[in-house]
């Protein structure tokens, strides 16, 4: 019997291959990529065509040496990791290791497969093909693209700015992304507006609340409180009569399955994943999961794509379901087919489940929560991708009032009703915003007829001003990315987690922004490499990669006409490239040691103001951290509350405190919002340890009562609550704070007593068990006198007097 060898990408994938193959085969797995380009190296001679220097990862030796035993067995040898670039860039270097010279030695095939099931896997190992060297190509040409652009730019960056930093083809552009719409936003003007919403009575409930829409047959601009008067004066007393009421039949069609991008941006809206966890989930759900008797199973198919396209058998298999589950009215007359994009890459099919009777209900048992709920999303999408459309009817009512002036005014109500929730009923898409859609469905409207004369109820002007575009979140900027073209859905996860690992963003909200970091490489990047880091360009080698792709055009030509253009930047920019570690801004600033001018510089951790005496004076501050604060303007002087000396703003591990310019003399420091020190209130009352007055303070957890004469005398006055220690009837039961702050009460004579309660003790007796004293407890009832003994039941009600909160 012969025997073959297969080589998949993971253990959790060999193992639920493995299965569905038998005795024959022989499963095991490369863990991802044996070779690639050196970290050490260029490793790309751009001479000789931009041949890459390939080398087996450090620690996959062994594993060759496993696989190269392996395949001396066998009679063939199957490659069958992913069906995407990167899986057939693993295959073809698996096959450079294992391939025998002449004809001697095992056959080798590349096998693929959208879903890891038993009759994909067996429909792949009947037609086995050769590995696709176009696709190779592709990859090749994206890898010897991003390694140019990395290690000559990089170290441009790690000179003019700071070491670590990194640039990227595509990281760059979707930065580029980020730091242009924090511009918008800077750069944003609010315009006033305002808004007239008229409430009516009509004949029956509810209340007509229409918003003006015309005036004069004009839309109307109210663009100030002055404007709006004039309406509502205009309005005084008059009659409001109904125009039209138009109802129409409106049809909500249902939404394609998944492709890659919409399902990180679904995921990121519904389920609040980031585009990282949603691939990582998605990974384990398409290699496989353990299902009880069923054993290793596939729950979806491959997670990389972006064709809508479905395969016959899986819409047979959901019109089938859709019909037994939801009823005939649920299910269309044929299946739903749903138009891809123009370069979509139709090889694979659209994200969905391998079997659409594979309910979340049915494997909730063996999935993780997180797991679970992007299943179900996949699941819900797709089920309600072969639904009929939902149907409302939409119904517009019209009221005018002709005004004082005659001028005409159209007020105009809209409201929606679902007559058929159609596909709604198992799946309804996220939304970043809402829309009129969801307006119209919160608003009922009531019954009234054209010609009907409605009772004025009150008239609403409200103020509003235009808002900035948002900050991108994950689902929006991927949203943007892929309309763009900018990149692959694929390399999301990598571009979001390495401009926020480069700490070129940062995460406010759940939105990003950029750093100062990230603002100052983006302006120097696009100031020498303007045209390679522009948007259209980037979208268009993707389209170059694409057709390499499709074999229309040689890798080494594309690279060829890229290289041509980057090695002038690249020549420019090592002798014009802004220099921001030595670069100085003027300021109005004086040094408060040396009387010297102050300057902006770059320093590790960013801009900060330095004296220009330095290295002999070494006197530094804290940028104003609001852009509000003029540079140019010294500002109100805060001095030192200890040695009246200028304070400035200084920079800690913790963040911007106010420093005194006389350290290290004096130290003192004050955090930024941090509210000036309350001042001592003398008490007229001495200290019974040293005899000086007794003054309150202010404290973390609130005010106290201490000797004025501290640090020297340290006494603090105890908190006394009225009542002896139950336990020693000796000492007085005092108030005291955890660590924490959290208030409990002790006895005065501790160590010696030990006792302690988080209730305040109350001087009274149980009447059921007799215990020495009760406690207070404050309830969602109410304040509470009860039983410290957990034996007995006893409680009872405070009075209000008695009951006063810690």
Known sequence: MSKSLVIVESPAKAKTIGKYLGKGFVVKASLGHIKDLPKSDLAVNVD?????????????????????????GADNIYLAADPDREGEAICYHLQEELQSKGDKGPKIFRVMFNEITKNAVNKAFESPLQVNTSLVDAQQARRVLDRLVGYKISPLLWDKVRRGLSAGRVQTVALRLIVDREREIQAFVKEEYWTIDLSLNAKKAPVLKARLAKVAGENPAITNEARANEILKDLGNAKYTV???????????????????????????????????TMALAQRLYEGMEMGDEGATGLITYMRTDSVRVSDDALAEVRTFVGEKYGQQYLPEKPNVYKGKKDAQDAHEAIRPTSAFRTPESVAQYLQEDELKLYKLIWMRFVASQMTSALFDQTTIDVVSPGKSKAGYLFRATGSVEKFDGFLKVYEEGKDAKDEDDDEAARKLPAVTQGEELKFKSIDPEQHFTEPPPRFTEATLVKELEAKGVGRPSTYASILSTIQEREYVKKEGGKFAPTELGTVVTDLLLESF???????????????????????????????EFYEKFSVDLERAAVQ???????????????????????????????????????????????????????????E???????????????????????CTGYPDCKTTRQLGQAEKKADTPLDEPCPQCGKNLVMKSGRFGEFTACSDYPTCKYVKQKTVGVKCPECHDGDIIERRSKRGKTFYGCNKYPKCEFVAWGKPIDRKCPDCGSSHLIEKFLKAGAFAQCPNKECKFKEPLPESEAVPA
């Open 48 to 72: 000789r065509g931009f041949e890459p220097t390939y080398e087996v990862i450090e620690g996959k030796k062994k594993l060759i040496g496993e696989l190269k035993a392996a395949a001396k």
């Open 243 to 277: 125009q039209s009421v138009g109802t129409k039949e409106k049809k909500r069609n249902p939404v394609p399955p998944f492709i890659t991008s919409t399902l990180q941006q679904e995921s990121s809206r519904k389920c609040r994943f980031s585009v990282k966890r």
């Open 530 to 560: 303007g045209d390679i880091f522009d948007v259209l360009y980037t979208a268009r080698l993707e389209g170059e990669l694409d057709d390499i792709e499709d074999g229309k055009i040689d890798w080494r030509a594309a690279m060829g």
């Open 577 to 635: 490239m802004t220099d921001i570690k030595r670069m100085e801004k003027p300021t109005d600033f004086i040094c408060d040691k040396c009387g010297k001018a102050m300057v902006i510089k770059w320093g590790r951790h960013g801009s900060f103001i330095a004296c220009t005496g330095y290295p002999e004076c070494t006197s530094t501050r804290e940028l104003p951290t609001t852009a509000s604060e003029d540079l140019g303007e010294q500002g």
């Open 637 to 659: 002087d805060e001095y030192c509350p200890n040695c009246g000396r200028p304070m400035v703003l200084k920079k800690g591990r913790f963040g911007q405190f106010m420093a």
